[in-house]
């Protein structure tokens, strides 16, 4: 049915109103109309969009109400990464951070007592990035790995402190604005009981119930969910901004709820004393903190400074100290991890540590225990590190009692009894049993289908362990023999599962080089080194004949980790299931022909840069010295041909000078390129 300009003019008038009762409401905690009021005008433009469907938007008031369940989450990559923070466990800690800054920026003390830091609780919940266009939303991502999330726009449409459309007029074309959804302790509590009520068991805690809430397919689900949104950040679109904390001001103009306890202090001093008032008020709040973010709040420093490789160097978060309590240390198990690692694992009587029910508690290694004078029957203070990890912290030997036993490594595999090797200069011991032994086996073929490696979709690890316990699998390359019948026949399963499966296999012989060494699981080649590799050489074949010579001429891997890699690819199982995994049909593109950088002045060379540069950025310099044919790593090292030292050269150049490596500075560099070029 067309819809009359005047209805159109009534429908949109009612969106207005009811966008801007919600900005009260919400964001200025001060409400205009009673609900009854806003109600009735909710019930207007719903029963006018129902009438004109021409009228329906997906931003409206009324798609709060939430959408059809969705299949399946879908990872969107993040414009820009979403990187995590810095911690500092104590104030000695937080000191350093000034200090750094200190350094870093050449201030001297008047100059650092000018500068202004914005404070604010640490929330406990789920980070996510909210997009708008023309101030319309149009997705939001969870943080994900930090350089992709996944999709979650449906459900984040229904938190009400979410706006749909920004409200105002002075918002940016484009604006990303990163925060926490949380829960309060409030809803938290009444949502609990009426789960229980149902017979359903009950979330352990409130960050536990907000990331559930969050991802669920049914955002009819999400929307009974009492979720928060606090926003703590804009990444994209306030440029023409001085502060952080100016920007957070815009923030609350367009209709985003406010941090109320956010206070810009100046001064070492003022910062220290602001976290200590908030851990003063953390059990009086009605949510969920675990520590302080102090960021620098003049947006030029923060540019300035930059990030690390996971963090930004202008900001850091403070951990409030983890809780402890007292418990019994009843057995000690060893766990076997993928790499024959034993470790050993406390089971401890059951206790609340910072609203979590602990069981068992890690103790790391023989070292850690002997360190401790850790033994069975022991009464322990225990701690969630970071409100995160439960570690024994300390034994009290005044309550030791007369049933106590040592802790001892044992000398064969709890799993499958094979010798237990105690290896020099380790700290850890191995199980001897390979891929013989079960628990390494179902830990190797976790890592193969893990998300970071070949990502195969609905291969969970309750799965894997099922087929290695009936001897289906006894390698990676043993899940691409699984057929549709064996699959279809294990408990819970069924066809249309089996098949899925069946199909994510397919698609998961379709990689890369990096991704496929680094699913293999040698021991030390993390994604990181998988690339390296995988860039250094042509195919796989080169990979497993290379020598260790070889291995380490490559930056960044050192002996040891090249003897893991040549052990691998010389142990004749792991060649087995290499070549089974290849006949399987694994496969990635070929590689891309070399460029002849022979003749380029700079050949073969391995460059390091330190300090600043007049000339260019360091992303610039890189591309100048890579055309020229040098390969520019981020360390020093043996291999190391020139450092190029800039302004205010840091340890690098000290370094440099020991190893009698050559240095260069930027003049002579600057002649290299103009003649050259």
Avoid at 250 to 258: E, H, I, R, S, V
Avoid at 293 to 304: C, F, G, R, Y
Avoid at 664 to 673: F, K, P
Wanted: charged fraction near 20%.
């Amino acid at each position: 049915m067309n819809c009359p300009p005047d209805i159109q003019q009534d429908a949109n008038q009612l969106k207005k109103q009811l966008e801007h009762y919600n900005y009260h409401y919400y964001v200025l905690d001060h409400p205009l109309v009673t609900d009854a009021e806003y109600d009735a005008l909710f019930r207007e433009l719903q029963a006018l969009e129902k009438k004109y469907p021409a009228l329906q938007d997906i931003n409206s008031p009324t798609q709060r109400v939430g959408a059809p369940p969705i299949g399946h989450f879908v990872s969107r990559p993040h414009k820009i990464p979403m990187l995590s923070l810095g911690n500092a466990l104590d104030t000695q800690e937080v000191s350093e951070f000034w200090q750094r800054l200190q350094r870093q920026l050449k201030f001297d003390e008047a100059q650092m007592a000018t500068l202004a830091f914005c404070c604010e609780p640490k929330l406990d919940g789920l980070a996510v990035s909210l997009h708008y266009q023309q101030g319309q939303f149009i997705y939001g991502l969870t943080r994900g790995d930090g350089i992709q999330g996944e999709d979650i726009s449906h459900n984040l449409r229904t938190l009400a402190s979410v706006p749909l459309r920004l409200y105002g007029e002075t918002w940016p074309p484009y604006l990303e604005v990163r925060g926490e959804v949380y829960m309060p302790h409030q809803g938290f509590a009444e949502l609990n009981q009426k789960m229980q009520q149902q017979g359903h068991k009950g979330f352990a805690n409130p960050r536990n119930a907000a990331a559930g809430s969050l991802r669920q397919l049914d955002s009819q689900i999400t929307r009974q969910r009492p979720l928060v949104f606090s926003a703590y950040q804009v990444v994209q679109g306030c440029e023409n901004y001085l502060t952080h904390s100016e920007q957070m001001k815009a923030l609350q103009a367009w209709g985003f709820k406010p941090q109320a306890l956010r206070q810009v202090v100046r001064g070492l001093e003022n910062i220290l004393v602001y976290c200590q008032q908030i851990g003063a008020q953390r059990a009086q709040l009605d949510y969920d903190i675990d520590g302080v973010v102090i960021k620098l709040d003049e947006l030029m420093h923060q540019k300035h400074l930059g990030y690390r490789a996971r963090e930004p160097r202008w900001a850091v978060a403070y951990k409030f100290p983890a809780q402890e309590v007292v418990t019994q240390v009843e057995a000690v198990d060893f766990q076997v991890g993928r790499t024959g690692a034993l470790t050993p694992v406390a089971r401890v009587k059951p206790v609340q540590v910072a609203g979590v029910q602990v069981t068992n508690v890690t103790l790391h290694n023989m070292d850690e225990i002997q360190r401790l004078g850790l033994g069975i029957g022991d009464f322990v203070w225990i701690r969630r590190a970071g409100d995160v990890i439960p570690q024994v912290v300390k034994v009290l030997q005044e309550k030791r009692p007369l049933s106590w036993q040592p802790i001892k490594l044992p000398e064969h595999c709890p799993i499958c009894d094979a010798k237990v090797e105690a290896i020099p200069g380790e700290v850890v011991a191995r199980c001897s049993g390979g891929l013989f032994c079960s628990a390494q086996r179902k830990e190797t073929i976790k890592h193969f289908a893990s998300k970071g490696a070949l990502n195969i979709e609905g291969l969970g690890d309750k799965l894997i362990s099922q087929l290695v316990d009936l001897q289906l699998v006894h390698s990676p390359a043993d899940l691409y023999q699984l057929n549709l019948e064996q699959l279809a026949a294990l408990p819970r399963m069924g066809s249309k599962s089996a098949q899925k499966i069946l199909d994510a296999l397919e698609t998961s012989k379709q990689t890369s080089l990096a991704t496929f060494i680094y699913a293999l699981g040698i021991r030390e080649v993390g994604q990181v080194t998988a690339k390296l590799l995988a860039e250094y050489f042509v195919d796989l074949s080169q990979l497993q004949n290379a020598s260790l010579d070889e291995l380490q001429k490559i930056e960044q891997i050192g002996p040891i980790v090249a003897q893991h890699i040549r052990t691998f690819f010389q142990q004749a199982h792991n060649q087995e299931v290499v070549a089974d995994l290849c006949r399987a049909g694994m496969h990635w593109p070929d590689p891309t022909p070399p460029t002849d950088t022979s003749n380029l002045p700079l050949s073969e060379q391995t460059w390091v840069m330190t300090g600043k540069f007049s000339f260019g950025s360091r992303e610039e310099i890189k591309q100048q010295l890579e055309a020229l044919g040098a390969k520019v790593a981020s360390s020093l090292s043996k291999n190391t041909h020139v450092l190029l030292a800039g302004e205010a050269a840091g340890s690098k150049l000290t370094k440099a000078q020991a190893l009698g490596i050559e240095i260069w500075d930027e003049a002579r560099l600057r002649d290299l390129l103009t003649g050259f070029h």
